[in-house]
């Protein structure tokens, strides 16, 4: 049986070049958590801020590339973990045929991301590597109790979406995210 998963927060990780997704099963309230490269998780927040990019990246080319040649991408499946690398397969349509392609779990995720389609696991990989989600929820609410607020925090807004916005346009994305994350932190 497979389970849909949302992406809940991409953020940094504790290993040093890694980035950490979040996904959540509200059916069973839990959580997996992947490690993906910086690069990849960068592309994943522009795709859930919905950004705006002054070019596209590879992963909006490729999707408007299979749309362009009525090749669907119907659903990510995440099926497998071992040795602490997740495995995933793209589902893909055109005309009468359907098929399944391995591919890194970061990049069908990107793509599921830009192609609107949705993500799902086993049962058996959410039985295996999740954890509850009221464990995380309550992490989150005792990390927003603990900070002081910030007299400031109008004024660094206004000067952060500037910020971002110049980043994007410079493309640098990895500031732009940062920013944006920042921006988030300041809007709560």
Not at 139 to 158: F, G, I, M, V, Y
Not at 175 to 187: F, G, H, Q
Request: glycine share 4%; net charge negative; aromatic share 8%.
């Amino acid at each position: 049986m497979r389970l849909l998963l949302e992406v809940v927060k991409v953020g940094q990780s504790v290993a040093k070049g890694l980035s950490d997704v979040l996904l959540f099963n509200r059916n069973k309230n839990m959580v997996i958590c992947l490690s993906v490269g910086e690069y990849e998780a960068e592309m994943m927040a522009l795709a859930l801020d919905k950004t705006p990019l002054p070019k596209p990246v590879m992963f909006d080319s490729f999707a408007d590339i299979l749309f362009t040649f009525d090749i669907g991408v119907e659903f990510v499946l995440i099926d497998s973990f071992s040795e602490g690398i997740y495995g995933a397969k793209l589902f893909c349509h055109s005309q009468n045929e359907c098929k399944a392609f391995d591919v890194r779990v970061s990049d069908a995720i990107n793509l599921a991301l830009r192609a609107g389609c949705p993500i799902y696991a086993t049962e058996e990989l959410i039985e295996q590597v999740g954890f509850d989600a009221d464990i995380l929820l309550q992490d989150q609410e005792d990390d927003t109790l603990a900070e002081p607020a910030d007299p400031k925090a109008d004024w660094d807004l206004q000067l952060l979406e500037e910020l971002l916005q110049d980043a994007v346009t410079k493309e640098d994305y990895e500031l732009a995210v940062l920013l944006r994350d920042k921006i988030n932190e300041l809007k709560q």
